[in-house]
T-cell receptor, first 114, second 114 residues
């Protein structure tokens, strides 16, 4: 079966622009989580959605937002991009609410802000 | 506060030798513990988990981990390392007091030399 699909794989944006990243979870998975990965900060949790509701949110500024659609696909948006937003953005899906940690990750979107 | 620590940024092992990647945790209740692996330019892949039961947990690719409650550790092990095991390894703990949010370690880079 198809895995978690993230689009696009690579993205270059300039400071001040906004960007939208997309994540299609494994068919049947209802939970989607987003992470930011950078060499200096490691893996930072952004937010988690389950059945279109945001269940958890990390410590990121309001420029970072997300949503989940009725088909479980999720998008995250970053407005007013800063150089420090350059990172690998990972999406992970799970069947239920992920208590048992059974997340499947996508390959990520590499965002470069110039 | 819940936390997980991976004390080594990098571990170097010769091929064929046993390997250990260390992880310690701090939670208020019973921990749910996980190991994930990340290969270059890829998302994270689930390796194994401890929820309850036998302290020795077996996972993918010949890896295993030992849960030690008294030492609050969950070290990842493999009897004989392969060059293909070279990757970034993440330990995570389920935070039962924070709506089941996963808390991630900083990651340990494992280098297996031929």
């Amino acid at each position: 079966k198809a895995g978690v699909t993230q689009t696009p794989r690579y993205l270059i944006k300039t400071r001040g622009q906004q960007v939208t990243l997309s994540c299609s979870p494994i068919s049947g998975h209802r939970s989607v989580s987003w992470y930011q990965q950078t060499p200096g900060q490691g893996l930072q949790f952004l937010f988690e959605y389950f059945s279109e509701t945001q269940r958890n949110k990390g410590n990121f500024p309001g420029r970072f937002s997300g949503r989940q659609f009725s088909n479980s696909r999720s998008e995250m948006n970053v407005s007013t991009l800063e150089l420090g937003d350059s990172a690998l953005y990972l999406c992970a899906s799970s069947l239920g609410q992920g208590v048992d940690g059974g997340y499947t990750f996508g390959s990520g979107t590499r965002l470069t802000v110039v | 506060a819940q936390s997980v620590a991976q004390p080594e940024d990098q571990v170097n092992v010769a091929e064929g030798n046993p390997l250990t990647v260390k992880c310690t945790y701090s939670v208020s209740g019973n921990p749910y513990l996980f190991w994930y692996v990340q290969y270059p330019n890829r998302g994270l892949q689930f390796l194994l988990k401890y929820i309850t039961g036998d302290n020795l947990v077996k996972g993918s690719y010949g890896f295993e981990a030992e849960f030690n409650k008294s030492q609050t550790s969950f070290h990842l092990k493999k009897p004989s390392a392969l060059v293909s095991d070279s990757a970034l390894y993440f330990c995570a703990v389920r935070d039962l007091d924070s709506n089941y949010q996963l808390i991630w370690g900083a990651g340990t880079k494992l280098i297996i030399k031929p």
